[in-house]
Structures are given as C-alpha cells and as structure tokens.
C-alpha cells in the first residue's frame, strides 16, 4: 500500500514539473505583421507559481489592427483550434494612460476608438492564460 501511494505521489510530482515541449504558445499579429516580441512573460505560467505547472491553461491568438486615427480593432481565437472567443476581456491603455475595456462579440472580434496611441493591451478570457503585450 504505501509503494502504491508513493508511485502515485511520483508520478504526480513528474507530471506537474515536466515541461509542455511542442505546445502552441499565445500569438500576435499587429496589421497582418508578427509581433510575439511583444509579448510580456511569454514562458508558460500556468497558475502555480511556477513557470511549468499543474494547471494547463489554452492559449489564445490576437489579430490587431491599429491605425494612426486611433481606431483599434481585432479578434481573439484559440491558438489550437481557430475557434473565435467569445466576450474575452481587452483592457487596452493609450499614451495618456487611459484605460478603455472591451469584450469580444460572438465571432471573437472588438473594435475601439482611443484618443491617443496604443501602448499595451491585456487579453483575459475564463481557462485561457493572460496575454499581456506592450507596444513601443
């Protein structure tokens, strides 16, 4: 009985400390150009405290379109499966330091309007690990 307990307890331990090699990491695209270097901590954190951890969350791809009128568009999908999340959470913060907060429609997409430059924007969505991006 206690062998059995400690194999478990083993396999537990590994299970929650391997690395997750080959899963899809979150992505971002700024007008039809890849910007992943934008992306703050883009190592796994999966809830534990630790950079590879039990809790296994999705995670998502962001399309942005930002023009020099201060319209800000785009859509948040599964980064797997393509599928349009639907009401994600988009907390963008412009050059004056003001916050707009939007949600996603039905097909995953959310347009705004600032009234200065885009300088970060934080995707959340229920199950999906924060995508937080800064602009320059």
Avoid: W
């Amino acid at each position: 009985m206690r062998y059995t307990l400690l194999i478990l307890l083993l396999g537990l331990i590994i299970s929650c400390t391997s690395r997750y090699k080959g899963m899809q990491l979150s992505s971002v695209t700024i007008n039809d150009k890849k910007a992943n270097k934008l992306i703050i901590d883009r190592f796994p954190d999966y809830g534990d405290g630790h950079k590879d951890g039990c809790v296994v969350m999705a995670e998502m791809r962001l399309n942005l379109t930002v023009n020099k009128n201060g319209h800000t568009s785009g859509q948040v999908t599964d980064v797997s499966s393509g599928e349009p999340l639907h009401k994600a959470r988009i907390e963008l913060k412009n050059k004056l330091k003001q916050t707009y907060i939007v949600n996603t429609d039905s097909v995953g997409q959310f347009a705004t309007n600032l009234s200065a430059k885009l300088t970060d924007l934080q995707v959340n969505y229920i199950g999906y690990r924060p995508l937080t991006i800064k602009l320059k």
